[in-house]
């Protein structure tokens, strides 16, 4: 009988344990912890325009759902030269924030809203 119980509350401590993995990983992203296949991610290259590389990027955190605070972690291993140097600029306390990444890298590249604008109206006619 003895050995039965300890047999019982092996079995539970087992499906307690099984569940308590279950939940780390799935709380494993909430929790910072997040793992991406870089691959599904563009590659920015020097001859790349930055711009088209920023939008790609971009609509593939949305199709794979990346938090904001993901995008910069991801784009650091995704970036090299201009964009790389750009990114090593800015303030510790902004490197986790994308909109200010692309700002910035629009404003290094002289691209403004206006132009930004008239290409949506152009593709739009």
């Known amino acids: 009988m003895q050995f039965q119980l300890e047999m019982r509350r092996l079995e539970l401590a087992a499906g307690e344990n099984q569940n308590n993995?279950?939940?780390n990983n799935n709380s494993a992203r909430d929790q910072g912890q997040f793992r991406v296949d870089l691959?599904?991610?563009?590659?920015?290259k020097e001859k790349d325009n930055p711009e088209a590389f920023l939008i790609s990027f971009?609509?593939?955190?949305n199709d794979l759902q990346a938090k904001d605070e993901e995008k910069m972690v991801i784009l650091r291993a995704r970036i090299?030269?201009?964009l790389a140097e750009r990114y090593a600029q800015m303030p510790e306390d902004q490197s986790r924030?994308?909109?200010m990444?692309?700002?910035l890298i629009y404003t290094r590249f002289g691209i403004t809203s206006e132009q930004l604008r008239e290409k949506f109206r152009r593709v739009m006619v």
């Open 21 to 23: 993995n279950n939940n």
């Open 39 to 44: 691959k599904r991610f563009p590659e920015f």
């Open 58 to 61: 971009e609509r593939a955190c």
């Open 80 to 82: 090299s030269g201009t």
């Open 97 to 99: 924030n994308f909109d």
């Open 101 to 103: 990444f692309k700002h």
